[in-house]
């Protein structure tokens, strides 16, 4: 009888640990950060004429590529809806110190555009795991900086719902959501020490 008990006792506890220990593990591999944390490795092009920018709506994840080679993966937000569209486009005009033209929010930084088509740019701005913008392409700062140096008017972007690469790197990258950030003060936002902290990497950082 004392050996019966001795033994589920013992069953019961490696149940246990390897519960807590299975747990563990998944909360650490789904971990979210801010999108200022987050530093994409990246090589610099060879090439810069032969680079291209896949964008995957489906996964909401970002590659530059030279031939068969990512250079840089990121994640990213598109538009809710379906607002991001999709096709083979060209970089069409790019500027670092971007900021809105419209209402509401003119002024609003947009740092590292890259332009697409009329209005539509893949720009620095708030990440969150879902899509969540109007149509652009948001990008956590680091990237939007670093992408900004492989690419030139005429850099082919190619939007799909998905590309080969989501299976791959894409499946290894971070989940990152700026969402419980609190929004920055207004004047700094429209100051500009706004895009010299960005292009510094201090963006957030106190």
């Known amino acids: 009888m004392n050996s019966h008990i001795l033994h589920r006792f013992i069953q019961s506890s490696l149940f246990a640990l390897v519960a807590v220990a299975l ?4 909360t650490s591999s789904r971990r ?7 530093d994409p490795p990246s090589t610099a092009p ?8 896949k964008v995957s709506t489906g996964a909401q994840r970002v590659y530059v590529v030279e031939g068969d080679k990512v250079l840089l993966a990121t994640p990213c937000s598109v538009g809710s809806g379906g607002t991001t569209g999709a096709g083979n486009f060209h970089i069409q005009y790019k500027e670092a110190r971007r900021r809105r033209q419209s209402e509401p929010d003119r002024g609003y930084p947009m740092a590292y555009w890259q332009e697409w088509k009329s209005a539509y740019g893949m720009h620095w701005g708030f990440v969150k795991p879902y899509p ?4 652009c392409i948001r990008l956590p700062v680091k990237s939007a900086v670093k992408i900004f140096s492989m690419t030139k008017v005429g850099t082919p972007l190619l939007i799909a719902n ?3 690469e ?4 894409g499946k290894t990258l971070p989940v990152i959501d700026d969402g419980p950030l609190p929004n920055p003060d207004r004047s700094y936002l429209l100051s500009d020490k706004f895009f010299k902290d960005a292009e510094a990497g201090t963006l957030f950082k106190k």
Not at 32 to 38: A, C, D, K, V
Not at 132 to 135: L, P, S
């Open 166 to 169: 989501d299976n791959t790197i």
């Open 23 to 26: 747990s563990s593990c998944k």
């Open 132 to 135: 969540c913008t109007h149509g």
């Open 162 to 164: 998905s590309h080969p």
């Open 46 to 53: 060879k090439n810069i004429s032969a680079v291209k920018v």
């Open 32 to 38: 979210h950060i801010y999108g200022h944390e987050f």
